[in-house]
């Protein structure tokens, strides 16, 4: 505990002086790279970090001896000690070892009897046996070859019996492979949307696995299904996206990229890549609502140690890697001819910890190196997958020292601790870095722990009272503590004393707490009767408006107390139910939005009734309207008080019970309408939804209005500083 304290206020001063720190650090490193690190808090908001990689050299074709690179296509390093680039415009294999010297260059290869020559090899990639895989674009085929460059097999276009599955008249272009240990051949081929093409192990085609959804817009439904059958043969088919690039992870799984998306496929297809940590591996965020900005693009996925992967996006030239569990661990590089930057990124693969960028533009390669940031992130989580969990938290320790808001180290500690059985400070790390999964384990721990605890004394002291209770009770003795206490209190107070306490008030000074008393008492058993009209609504609201059973500052108090209920509900739900900012939270914006969306019913709701012969006054709306949110409040307030006690894997009651309070609300809110207004369901229910239009016509003519008041200010001022600068 004491250690999770220590740790809770260096990560305050941590925070305080981070800013200046990265900021010093990105200085630092921008004299020397042109590309800062960042991640994304929970807020989906980037935060500077440390450099991760700094690039260490570039290697291009002249440097090697064998002419400009053209146009390459692909990279792959084969165990720790063998390079291999397919060369594309080149038509060439080039093999290079670690000291990035040329081993061989492979342009042809020998098929009975006959030289055979690639034509655009677009992809490649090598087996633990040696043996080479090379998607010979051009020549619409996959060419085998062993180590030495001879040929194996050529793996032609698929065949297969069944109909429509591929057509013998469609274009054949490999350009991805891989294989997985098994002697699976995945290939990815232009032009085919099916998914990943599956070649069994003796090159006989098994057809596809990991077929992307088709995801078309909501403009795109809407016209196929208005338009006529001329019409929609004439229109562009909606086609799945392809995917641009694949590996094969240490445990056999394919992992592939299209778009902004990463899958992780087993042998059938079925997609196995976790995502729990606070966005979805999908490169930049919050780059859709500017227009100017687009999403990433995954040109290539490596595969790396501890289940870890580097995915290479083209659109910003940024290299995001991954976690196992798909928490963002850093981000480097970028668009540009500077070192460390690329023109055209094509593909990305890892020797050792070293990274190895291929840039199909300029021809050459970028050989990137880890930091010590990078080091102890990569330490840390090799010593946690190793059992080693003192280690792991020193090297989690090491980073908070160089990035004290990086959460995925508050996380590690916290696993250390959950681990070494100190939950009380896991909870405490794992809220720091907002995991709520983890968090909910050690709360359930440490919930279970006290319930051990403390539950055998807490029976017995209760059963003591109940006997002690039953005995006080069966003797009689109640009553005559009671006198006993009374006589007591006459001995010791006196006679006078009494009588003085039973004058009454003179009637001046009684009259006006007389008239506040009978006023809070009428509130209150109106706020009482609430409690009626919630469980007899027809008879409740009936009476709520002919014998007005609650006046109107009972209303008023029950739509203050869900105000008030929805303050505390955003500012005090359990952590892991509470998604809000509550560092940000400004109860005059949290009350407007009750009382601005309650205020607009309440008017558009009595103008449309105005207008279809309704019954209800405006008062009565408001009064009836108010009563229907009391579940709000009776429900809302005690799950406050829940959410703090309850896990994760307990949390389907917890919205349970808010969805039955928000759909009683509704549903008492019709019900009052029909019944002040004396319609029947049918009216009642076009009303509503004729309310709810008028409603979001009411904001948009005030956006509206607001805008053209700004613009006409904004003219104003335009003017006024013209007028001053001509004269």
Not at 271 to 295: A, I
Not at 368 to 391: K, S, V
Not at 555 to 570: E, K, P, Q
Request: glycine residues 8%; hydrophobic residues 45%.
């Amino acid at each position: 505990m004491v250690r999770v304290r220590r740790l809770c206020r260096a990560a305050l001063v941590g925070s305080a002086i981070s800013v200046v720190l990265v900021a010093c650090l990105s200085m630092s490193y921008a004299s020397t790279v042109p590309y800062r690190n960042y991640v994304y808090n929970v807020w989906g908001k980037p935060v500077l970090c440390p450099q991760a990689y700094l690039p260490d050299f570039v290697v291009d074709g002249v440097q090697l001896g064998i002419g400009p690179l053209k146009n390459p296509g692909d990279l792959f390093v084969a165990g720790s000690d063998s390079i291999y680039v397919a060369d594309s415009g080149n038509n060439r294999i080039v093999c290079l070892d670690a000291e990035w010297n040329v081993t061989a260059v492979i342009d042809s290869f020998v098929d009975q009897g006959q030289v055979q020559r690639f034509a655009n090899p677009s992809g490649i990639f090598v087996t633990e046996s040696g043996s080479i895989y090379v998607a010979d674009q051009g020549n619409s085929r996959i060419v085998e070859l062993r180590s030495d460059g001879s040929l194996v097999r050529v793996i032609g276009a698929p065949r297969t019996d069944a109909e429509g599955v591929f057509s013998e008249n469609t274009p054949y272009a490999p350009m991805r492979v891989a294989v997985n240990p098994l002697g699976r051949i995945f290939v990815i081929a232009r032009h085919v949307y099916e998914g990943l093409m599956q070649f069994g192990a003796d090159g006989d085609f098994e057809g596809f696995v990991g077929a992307p959804r088709v995801q078309p817009s909501v403009a795109d439904i809407f016209w196929q299904k208005i338009a006529s059958v001329q019409q929609r043969e004439r229109m562009t088919l909606i086609l799945p996206a392809q995917y641009n690039s694949l590996d094969v992870d240490a445990k056999g799984f394919v992992l592939a990229c299209e778009k902004n998306l990463i899958r992780r496929l087993n042998s059938t297809g079925t997609d196995l890549l976790r995502t729990s940590g606070l966005f979805p591996p999908q490169g930049d965020l919050n780059v859709s609502s500017d227009p100017d900005e687009v999403p990433s693009l995954f040109v290539d996925i490596a595969a790396r140690e501890l289940g870890m992967y580097s995915v290479l996006d083209r659109t910003r030239g940024h290299v995001f890697t991954y976690d196992s569990n798909g928490n963002l661990l850093y981000t480097f590089g970028g668009i540009g001819y500077l070192l460390g930057q690329f023109r055209a990124p094509a593909a990305i693969d890892s020797i050792g910890e070293k990274l190895l960028v291929l840039d199909s533009q300029l021809g050459r390669i970028t050989v990137f190196r880890p930091t010590e940031y990078a080091r102890y992130i990569h330490a840390a989580m090799r010593a946690y997958n190793d059992g080693h969990y003192l280690l792991s938290e020193q090297m989690w320790r090491e980073v908070l020292r160089l990035n004290a808001n990086f959460d995925l180290a508050y996380k590690g500690i916290g696993k250390a601790y959950l681990r070494e059985g100190d939950y009380r400070s896991a909870m405490q790390l794992f809220r720091l870095s907002h995991d709520r999964s983890g968090y909910s384990e050690a709360f359930r721990m440490l919930r279970y722990e006290a319930i051990s605890r403390y539950l055998g004394p807490l029976l017995t002291v209760s059963v003591l009272g109940l006997v002690a209770l039953y005995v006080f009770r069966a003797f009689g003795l109640a009553p005559r503590l009671k006198g006993f206490l009374r006589r007591r209190r006459v001995s010791e107070a006196g006679v006078d004393s009494l009588e003085q306490d039973q004058t009454p008030v003179a009637s001046g000074i009684r009259q006006p707490w007389t008239s506040l008393a009978r006023g809070i008492r009428e509130i209150g058993s109106g706020l009482s009767y609430s409690l009626y009209v919630i469980f007899h609504p027809f008879e409740g609201f009936w009476s709520l408006k002919h014998e007005r059973k609650a006046p109107l500052a009972s209303a008023i108090c029950m739509l203050v107390a869900v105000v008030i209920t929805y303050i505390v509900v955003r500012q005090y739900t359990g952590f892991l139910f509470n998604f809000s900012d509550s560092s940000k939270l400004n109860v005059v914006v949290e009350a407007l939005s009750v009382l601005v969306p309650f205020a607009l019913w309440c008017l558009v709701n009595w103008a449309l009734t105005t207008l279809m012969d309704g019954k209800g006054t405006l008062s009565d709306i408001f009064t009836a309207s108010a009563f229907a949110l009391t579940p709000l409040v009776l429900i809302n307030l005690p799950l406050v008080v829940i959410s703090n006690v309850i896990t994760l894997e307990e949390g389907g009651y917890y919205y349970l019970f808010l969805t039955v309070a928000v759909l009683w609300s509704v549903t008492l809110l019709l019900l009052g309408s029909m019944t002040i207004h004396d319609y029947d369901l049918a009216k009642t229910t076009l009303t509503a939804v004729l309310t709810a239009i008028g409603m979001g016509s009411v904001l948009f003519i005030g956006l509206l209005g607001v805008s053209l008041v700004d613009a006409i200010a904004q003219l104003v001022r335009d003017l006024y500083v013209e007028i001053v600068l001509r004269v």
